[in-house]
């Protein structure tokens, strides 16, 4: 006998029970078709008659009853039921088909009308428009050939278009619910490339039909003429190829969308909308990119109204204005404010003139891509000071806080990465003709303020006993300690050194030359002494000017001592 199982394992079913449990699956489904034509029969006569059976076993009662699935008949009842419920969602299943191969459909057809409508507009800007330009000689001969580059550029787009126009109406023609045309643009997709050149002549050809159209009249009249003729404008046109791929990407984007996983045409599909991505993302940073540099003009030319002693090529398109503040320069005899001004490829700094109004008047300038920054820990003299290194200058600057200080830092490091990672355009900016990466940075020069006395023989500076910079060390020195110069490759003519860095750093033969020279200076100075005439004598004396002359009663004397002491040589050999 069937066992019953305990009441934790049974479930509750709804519906009355059957008197008899051997009751047959085709009995259960035609008393579920009867019940669903004759509700109130089933629960009028099906209830009476089974009344009398079911009533030995359980009182009849209005709640639910206790089902047993082990039961044949409620193995039977749940396969019917799951059928039934299959049956829904399959119904579901197809009409969302339906609805995604319509829509398909649709996209499919604005493809082609849109296709349509762009061949017949670059139809138009090729014969209307382009070719009667150049026919009827409207194009300088200085814009000639940059014109007729565009020209074919807009010809290949309009070639290739004209045959994916072609395929298309042939595919469509043909159209059925697993025809492809995913394939058909993946095939044609390098041909796509020709947009990036298109894109990068684009801005100069607007700009270019502008300027045609506003300085020759007979210009502005064919254009004006062609535009009511065709109702459209010319630079209308011109942008058409640049809106086109985002349009493909849209329409790639909602093709997909409604295209089953498992369609034929699914996989072709996402791989062409990734190639069309590629290049629409091209064209949009390429219009970013000159708005950018419009924008980035228009700083420039702001900025260039603020300044002067700029040169004429201050603006350019590589070009890019980064920050500008106030910092305190240190100087020779003091500390000053500055104004610094920090640029992409380019770092300089004004100061402001006495009269009202007037603009600021740049004191240096330095190309960034020959730039270093080194920061300098604080002390008792001065705070928050950083050090800026060029080839041609070098000094040291200080911000009015730390934070602003290590902002400046920051952004000038910055810049000169990306400054040095990318080509150098263009001439140099800078006075000096040397601006190249080899050698070594100019020295930071000590202030006046900061020594007294010569860094060398220690003797005290005065009105005549001048200060003088070393230009390779940046020592103080006198002008006895300084009587030297040398090639310096970063300024790019010979500068005044000091005596240590001229005898590590001048060759042997200079050295060697210029004793020569001070030996022949004092042969003439005896020669003169001899003659005994009055003549204009060069004094290296330390206590006259460096370079002034003095007469020759003066020379004489000192002559005349080294004479005596040669003559007494000779006389007692």
């Known amino acids: 006998m069937m066992q019953t199982p305990p009441m934790s394992q049974r479930k509750v079913y709804s519906r009355p029970l059957p008197s008899t449990p051997s009751q047959t699956s085709a009995q259960l489904q035609h008393t579920f078709s009867s019940t669903n ?16 059976n079911y009533h030995h076993s359980a009182p009849q009662t209005n709640t639910k009853q206790i089902i047993d699935y082990d039961d044949p008949f409620t193995q039977n009842a749940v396969i019917i039921q799951r059928w039934w419920r299959n049956k829904g969602k399959t119904n579901a299943k197809l009409r969302r088909l339906v609805k995604l191969i ?48 565009v020209k074919t550029q807009i010809e290949t787009i309009h070639r290739f278009h004209e045959e994916l126009l072609r395929q298309l109406q042939n595919r469509v023609n043909s159209w059925s619910n697993i025809q492809k045309i995913g394939d058909l643009f993946l095939k044609l997709s390098p041909y796509l490339k020709i947009y990036r050149e298109y894109c990068q002549s684009y801005n100069k050809a607007s700009s270019t039909v502008e300027e045609l159209r506003n300085n020759d009249p007979r210009v502005h009249n064919f254009l004006a003429n062609t535009a009511y003729e065709h109702k459209m404008e010319l630079l209308g046109l011109l942008i058409m190829p640049i809106q086109r791929i985002p349009r493909y990407r849209l329409l790639f984007t909602d093709l997909i969308k409604h295209t089953p996983r498992d ?14 991505a590629e290049i629409a993302e091209y064209i949009n940073e390429s219009i970013r990119q000159k708005e950018n540099e419009e924008k980035n003009t228009e700083t420039l030319l702001n900025l260039q109204r603020r300044f002067s002693g700029l040169p004429s090529d201050f603006i350019n398109g590589k070009r890019q204005f980064v920050t500008e503040g106030i910092l305190t320069k240190v100087c020779r005899k003091a500390n000053k404010k500055r104004s610094f001004f920090l640029f992409s490829d380019l770092f300089l700094y004004a100061i402001k003139q006495d009269t009202v ?124 300690c300084s009587d030297f110069k040398l090639y310096l490759e970063n300024i790019g003519k010979q500068c005044r050194v000091c005596t ?45 000017n460096r370079g002034t002359l003095s007469t020759a009663s003066v020379g004489n004397n000192l002559i005349n001592k080294q004479l005596n002491a040669k003559l007494k040589v000779g006389s007692k050999k």
């Open 263 to 276: 369609h034929i045409d699914y996989q072709d599909l996402v791989t062409a909308e990734q190639k069309v």
């Open 357 to 480: 109004g007037a603009p600021l008047k740049v004191q240096n300038y330095f190309e960034l891509n020959y730039c270093a920054v080194n920061r300098i820990e604080d002390n008792s003299k001065i705070k928050n000071a950083f050090t800026i290194l060029t080839k041609s200058k070098s000094f040291v600057v200080f911000a009015d806080s730390l934070e602003e200080k290590e902002n400046w830092i920051e952004l000038i490091e910055k810049t000169i990465t990306i400054c040095r990672s990318q080509p150098v355009v263009g001439r140099s900016l800078n006075n000096s003709t040397t601006n190249t990466t080899s050698g070594s940075p100019a020295p930071v020069w000590v202030p006046d303020s900061e020594q007294k006395e010569c860094s060398f023989c220690n003797k005290k500076f005065t009105a005549i006993n001048r200060r003088h910079h070393c230009r390779m060390c940046g020592k103080l020195v006198c002008g006895v």
């Open 37 to 52: 034509s004759n509700p109130n029969l089933h629960h009028s006569n099906n209830n009476n008659s089974n009344h009398n």
């Open 102 to 149: 319509k829509h398909r459909n649709h996209v499919v057809k604005e493809i082609l009308s849109t296709e349509d409508s762009y061949v017949k507009s670059l139809d138009i800007l090729t014969t209307q428009f382009l070719t009667p330009l150049k026919r009827d000689n409207y194009i300088p001969k200085s814009k000639s050939e940059w014109f007729e580059s």
């Open 500 to 544: 240590d860095c001229f005898r590590q750093n001048a060759p042997v033969t200079e050295k060697k030359e210029k004793e020569k020279e001070k030996d022949k200076e004092k042969d003439k100075n005896l020669t003169r002494a001899k003659s005994g005439t009055n003549v204009m004598v060069k004094s290296n004396s330390p206590t006259t």
